[in-house]
């Protein structure tokens, strides 16, 4: 007879086996969670790079031709605008319009410069370039000579190109200006009065391609002593001054008798002297000298009737 064994427990074999399948699946659909969630975000980030510009230079050549810098300019973008400026002055302004390769001339300063120029592409990225250039004068600049004529300087200005205009100013006093004439543009004559005492004069002279030459030179203008008669019935005095380069002396001649008076005031610009006239006409010369050797004369009939 055949036996069956009892062994008091449940029978678990198709129970155990469901719980094993389950469990799997759940795993295999959290993995394939992970793996869209990590697909999606490397979808995104690409995107999101795309869409982020890159910032590019472009490519720039600064050269001289001749009198003239040439700016050439290729960029994989459009420029916005150029900016440029001589040392350190005041910024000039060109139009890009949107061209990715362009050229632009700017004038060359003559002497030693230094040129900065800014580019600005359309998205606002900005690239800076600085540069050293030299330009020799080639045409030579007015030539200015000065001359001494009386209590004038006579002012000769030549030039190779025509001249545009003069300025001319004593000390720091307000310039004064003298346009070229038509069909006499190459050279300029003036004369200019002498102020008195000591002056410096400054003249600039500028061609019509704006090449400028500037000549100063001190001149001291002629100060002539001042003589004064004052007669007091018959006392003559002979009163002369002279506030800018003082006294040296004065000599005159009174009815045939030379005197000579030096005697001064303590600051040195008033000599004074006292002589009797007689009765009727007495003639007077006088000279009167300042201590930089400029003379003062007169001469005629002084009466006197007691």
Do not use: C
């Amino acid at each position: 007879m055949n036996q069956i064994l009892y062994t008091g427990g449940k029978q678990k074999g198709p129970i155990e086996i469901n719980k094993i399948i389950k469990f799997f699946a759940i795993v295999i659909i959290i993995f394939g969670i992970i793996i869209a969630g990590q697909a999606i975000y490397r979808m995104l980030n690409n995107k999101a790079e795309e869409q982020t510009p890159v910032n590019t230079e472009p490519s720039v050549e600064i050269s001289q031709v001749d009198n003239m810098v040439q700016i050439s300019i290729s960029h994989d973008k459009a420029i916005d605008k150029i900016y440029y400026s001589w040392n350190e002055e005041e910024e000039v302004t060109l139009q890009g319009r949107g061209r990715t390769n362009l050229i632009e001339s700017i004038d060359l300063p003559v002497g030693n410069n230094t040129l900065v120029v800014r580019i600005v592409d359309a998205s606002g990225y900005e690239v800076r370039y600085e540069k050293r250039f030299v330009l020799e004068e080639t045409t030579p600049k007015p030539q200015i000579e000065f001359a001494v004529s009386g209590n004038n300087v006579k002012v000769v200005i030549t030039s190779e190109n025509p001249l545009a205009y003069i300025t001319y100013r004593w000390n720091d006093d307000e310039e004064r200006r003298i346009d070229a004439a038509e069909g006499t543009k190459n050279r300029l004559e003036t004369e200019i009065e002498i102020k008195k005492g000591e002056n410096k004069l400054t003249v600039i002279a500028v061609d019509e391609n704006n090449r400028t030459q500037t000549k100063e030179q001190k001149f001291k203008g002629i100060t002539k002593p001042e003589i004064q008669l004052l007669q007091d019935r018959e006392n003559l005095t002979i009163r002369v001054t002279d506030t800018d380069d003082k006294m040296d002396r004065i000599e005159f001649v009174l009815n045939g008798t030379l005197y000579t008076e030096n005697t001064k005031t303590q600051d040195g610009t008033v000599i004074q002297v006292t002589k009797q006239l007689k009765t009727g006409d007495n003639f007077l010369a006088i000279n009167a000298y300042n201590v930089s050797g400029d003379v003062e004369s007169i001469q005629g009939t002084i009466p006197y009737n007691p």
